[in-house]
């Protein structure tokens, strides 16, 4: 992989439940395109710091596949203030964060284009 989709989440974020079923209607695609996603799960639903068993057992109620963790993530990575779902691109050879950003991508169209930059790099490295 060479890209990671942070997806940071909450157990009480009405909005990232949606967000969920669409990324993983998109992770099977982008998965084999070198795009890892990754679920960081933050709170639990009384909003206190998620654990292990409560990552994995929210992203199993809400469906998703892709790898799951737990724990604190720093407000200073947040672009502004500080919203659920966060939407991080990272690079994984470099570990630059590419693209930050709150708010729901609540259509698969909404995704794509979030990661259009990075398929669109990557498509021109391989062909240059």
Partial sequence: WNT???FVTTGW???CMYEAAVLQERYEYYRTKGILFIGVVVQDGAGAVATAEYAQAHAND???TFPTIAGEFQTKYWPGAVGFPLNMLVDLNTMKILKSESGALMKAEKVDEYLADVI????EGEDG
């Fill in 4 to 6: 990671a989709l942070l």
């Fill in 13 to 15: 974020c009405p909005y």
């Fill in 62 to 64: 809400y469906g998703w």
């Fill in 120 to 123: 669109n790099n990557e498509s």
